[in-house]
């Protein structure tokens, strides 16, 4: 078992067990020398802080973001901050990102679920968002999300599981 599954064990986050997403964010960051240029993670749907405190403890020089629309899941810890906001409104995310600043090195959306909701939110934040970002949304049930991303972006989908949801969709700019 890889570095960032372990750490999901640890935190009990459902990227790995439910889901088997860790094994692909480890592939793309196992690299340590890599892992220490990041500097900024925002994962939208912050739940319980699990993902995380798994990600605090793999980018041993980040800060780590979480974006809630939960308020009694806004919480504040070492190099971890959560703000109230809210996916589907393009104010919120422009609130977020005037506080956090748009040099994000990795975004993970595993917010709604919704499929309107991950395609507005990829295509309302990532124009803004440095060349080398990764973004990536999590539970990916519906593939149609593929196609109005991929206009505008590289697009990947991952399958990671058997899972009707167990599914990635990394973008990167062009």
Same mark, same amino acid.
């Given at each position: 078992?890889? =570095?960032?599954?372990?750490?999901? !064990?640890?935190?009990?986050?459902?990227?790995?067990? #439910?889901?088997?997403?860790?094994?692909?964010?480890?592939?793309?960051?196992?690299? #340590?020398? #890599?892992?220490?240029?990041?500097?900024? !993670?925002?994962?939208?749907?912050?739940?319980?802080?699990?993902?995380?405190?798994?990600?605090?403890?793999?980018?041993?020089?980040?800060?780590?973001?979480?974006?809630?629309?939960?308020?009694?899941?806004?919480?504040?810890?070492?190099?971890?901050?959560?703000?109230?906001?809210? =996916?589907?409104?393009?104010?919120?995310?422009?609130?977020?990102?005037?506080?956090?600043?748009?040099?994000? +090195?990795? !975004?993970? @959306? @595993?917010?709604?679920?919704?499929?309107?909701? =991950?395609?507005?939110?990829?295509?309302?934040?990532?124009?803004?968002? &440095?060349?080398?970002? /990764?973004?990536?949304?999590?539970?990916?049930? +519906?593939?149609?999300?593929?196609?109005?991303?991929?206009?505008?972006?590289?697009?990947?989908? !991952?399958?990671?599981? #058997?899972?009707?949801?167990?599914?990635?969709?990394? /973008?990167?700019? &062009?």
């Amino acid at each position: 078992m890889d =570095q960032l599954s372990k750490l999901a !064990v640890k935190y009990k986050t459902d990227k790995w067990g #439910k889901h088997h997403y860790t094994p692909v964010y480890y592939d793309m960051f196992k690299n #340590k020398a #890599k892992r220490r240029r990041v500097k900024k !993670v925002l994962e939208i749907g912050a739940g319980e802080g699990a993902g995380l405190r798994m990600f605090r403890d793999f980018f041993p020089s980040a800060m780590i973001y979480g974006a809630e629309i939960d308020r009694k899941r806004i919480f504040q810890e070492e190099r971890i901050e959560v703000f109230w906001c809210d =996916q589907t409104s393009r104010e919120d995310l422009i609130g977020l990102f005037t506080v956090i600043g748009l040099d994000i +090195d990795l !975004v993970v @959306d @595993d917010g709604s679920h919704k499929p309107e909701d =991950q395609v507005f939110t990829c295509l309302s934040i990532l124009p803004g968002l &440095k060349k080398e970002c /990764v973004y990536v949304i999590e539970d990916v049930a +519906d593939l149609s999300i593929v196609e109005p991303i991929s206009k505008k972006y590289s697009t990947n989908t !991952v399958e990671c599981g #058997k899972r009707y949801d167990d599914r990635l969709l990394i /973008v990167k700019h &062009k």
